[in-house]
């Protein structure tokens, strides 16, 4: 039996691969011939999914965290040069404790140090990941870093004219909203991040500023198109001032891993999340899997940590829909990553 894994993170738990790692080492067991394909949809552990996809390497960088505290971060350099930035590396949510989370100082300050440091190595192309961030800056930050980097004593229309000239952005992001408004970055995703109401409506004032400013500055305004509000408006920043365009996180990276012709071999794909449930058929991972086997007659099993909406998913077509956590286990102990794989393995007995 050929069974492709194409299994995003479980989130606080085990990256793709390592999730994969272990449902290949139960499968193989069994006989089944057992193909891996690290995933990610743009958010957490899209560096590794990618660059395992591109065959890079992995590049350490010196940079600053959201709250402007100096930080290792990393990011990926594939073989032809295209460099694949995860940004909450630099200005995730994560790297803040719920103590810290303040959206009107946190700063994508970082994310423009690691596109400055591979402006630097020569790259040209960059795979940009929008998931996971913990700042609303609408992207100042990141553009300030460039400034600082490249021109000191100018300005980002200097930065733009020399050192990215030439070059182009991919956005791998899934989200649709506009920069601001009620849809828009401040007011669907900074309460995540830490805001309150009043917050709230600062930030989306600020947004609004800084997008007819940028408006009278570049000749266009991109803060209504669709993925501008990504990354509390990190998005905005790379459509406006470096054309970027958007794109599936999921279908980039299944684009990549010539994903429908290794479907032409499969009997099984088994894909899965740390949580499914509707949201999951709002085009994430397992969504987008699922409509790419579709033309190929495989049949998709959905594995999650913890599953609802089971009927709905299975209406949508998935063959099956299992969730991984025994009745009754809490979540801290089911979110262990040795729980979680003794949990994938009394999975696998009962089903192979």
Not at 50 to 66: K, N, W, Y
Not at 246 to 264: I, M, N, P, Y
Not at 280 to 299: A, C, D, F, N, Y
Not at 302 to 313: F, I, K, N, R, S
Request: with cysteine.
């Amino acid at each position: 039996m050929h069974i492709i894994l194409a299994i995003d993170s479980f989130k606080g738990c085990l990256t793709s691969e390592e999730v994969e790692a272990i449902f290949a080492q139960a499968l193989t067991a069994r006989g089944a011939t057992v193909r891996s394909l690290p995933m990610s949809d743009g958010g957490e552990g899209m560096l590794e999914a990618f660059i395992s996809a591109l065959h890079g390497q992995i590049v350490p960088a010196e940079v600053h965290d959201p709250l402007m505290r100096p930080l290792l971060a990393s990011y990926g350099i594939a073989p032809d040069g295209t460099a694949v930035i995860e940004t909450a590396k630099a200005c995730g949510l994560t790297l803040m404790t719920p103590e810290e989370r303040n959206p009107l100082i946190a700063t994508t300050y970082g994310v423009g140090e690691l596109i400055a440091h591979a402006l630097r190595r020569g790259c040209k192309k960059f795979i940009i990941g929008l998931g996971g961030s913990g700042t609303s800056d609408a992207g100042k930050g990141m553009l300030q870093a460039l400034t600082d980097s490249f021109a000191p004593h100018g300005t980002i229309h200097d930065v733009l004219s020399r050192e990215t000239a030439g070059c182009q952005f991919t956005l791998a992001s899934d989200v649709r909203n506009p920069l601001c408004g009620r849809e828009g970055a401040a007011f669907i995703f900074a309460p995540q991040k830490g805001a309150t109401p009043q917050m709230v409506e600062e930030l989306d004032r600020r947004a609004r500023q800084f997008a007819d400013s940028s408006a009278r500055l570049m000749g266009k305004d991109a803060s209504t198109q669709p993925g501008a509000g990504a990354a509390g408006g990190l998005g905005y920043a790379f459509m406006q001032y470096f054309n970027a365009t958007a794109q599936s996180g999921a279908d980039l990276l299944l684009d990549l891993t010539a994903f429908d012709q290794q479907l032409e071999q499969a009997d099984l794909v088994i894909t899965g999340e740390g949580h499914a449930d509707r949201q999951t058929l709002m085009g994430k991972l397992p969504e987008r899997i699922l409509q790419r086997t579709r033309k190929h007659h495989v049949p998709v099993w959905l594995v999650a940590g913890q599953t609802d909406d089971t009927e709905e998913l299975i209406a949508a077509g998935f063959s099956r829909v299992d969730k991984l956590t025994p009745e009754g286990m809490n979540l801290q102990e089911a979110i262990k990553p040795e729980t979680t794989r003794q949990n994938i393995f009394r999975w696998i007995d009962r089903h192979f």
